[in-house]
T-cell receptor
Framework: NAGVMQNPRHLVRRRGQEARLRCSPM?????VYWYRQLPEEGLKFMVY????????ESGMPKERFSAEFPKEGPSILRIQQVVRGDSAAYFC?????????????FGQGTRLTVV | AQSVTQLDSQVPVFEEAPVELRCNYS??????LFWYVQYPNQGLQLLLK??????LVESINGFEAEFNKSQTSFHLRKPSVHISDTAEYFC????????????FGKGTRLSVIA
């Protein structure tokens, strides 16, 4: 049973380009969470999705950021017109349940560098 | 809303010495508590969690944490650390009710010195 798969592991974008980060949850998991980790900071929640639905996007910046989790295929975090401040590690986690005690399994992250 | 405070950003400790990583949380509702570990360039792995019952929980690699409701703390301890324990440790909370994400502290970088 493969774990949470994120790709690419490293992504370099020039300012103004688009970044697309992919996350394939563990088999049987329908709950996906995206977090951003800045240097010297903990993980900040961005968005919580279930299949085809955004449940909670309270941590997403209002502009340039969007996320989806289609019926088929991976979850995508999309950042349009990237700026230097978007440079960070982006982690995806999946869970079999929305219940608070359910363990969240994390991918290895995508490290985005904006130059 | 919930918040988590990890008081120490970095903790250096000699090999085979004991260590305590501190975690305090704030919440107006009941929460579950977690410790995650992140090795360099890796994702987070669950180390241990407190859901209910005994306030002392243990991991398979010798770590333990004790839930203290009155002090709203969930400190992580290990009586004798190894070089391989060098990593970043994150404390997190999750509300009892569903549809809520984990809220993380800023992390504590544990460096074990030979």
């Amino acid at each position: 049973n493969a774990g949470v798969m994120q790709n690419p592991r490293h992504l370099v974008r020039r300012r103004g380009q688009e970044a697309r980060l992919r996350c394939s949850p563990m088999k049987g998991h329908s709950h996906v969470y995206w977090y951003r980790q800045l240097p010297e900071e903990g993980l900040k929640f961005m968005v919580y999705l279930q299949k085809e639905n955004i449940i909670d996007e309270s941590g997403m910046p209002k502009e340039r950021f969007s996320a989806e989790f289609p019926k088929e295929g991976p979850s995508i975090l999309r950042i349009q017109q990237v700026v230097r401040g978007d440079s960070a590690a982006y982690f995806c986690a999946s869970s079999p349940s929305s219940r608070g005690e359910a363990e969240a399994f994390f991918g290895q992250g995508t490290r985005l560098t904006v130059v | 809303a919930q918040s988590v405070t990890q008081l120490d950003s970095q903790v250096p400790v000699f090999e085979e010495a004991p260590v305590e990583l501190r975690c305090n949380y704030s919440s107006s509702v009941s929460v579950y508590l977690f410790w995650y570990v992140q090795y360099p360039n890796q994702g987070l792995q669950l180390l241990l969690k407190y859901l209910s019952g005994s306030t002392l929980v243990e991991s398979i690699n010798g770590f333990e944490a004790e839930f203290n409701k009155s002090q709203t703390s969930f400190h992580l301890r290990k009586p004798s650390v190894h070089i391989s324990d060098t990593a970043e440790y994150f404390c997190a909370v999750s509300r009892f009710s569903g549809n809520t994400p984990l809220v993380f502290g800023k992390g504590t970088r544990l460096s074990v010195i030979a």
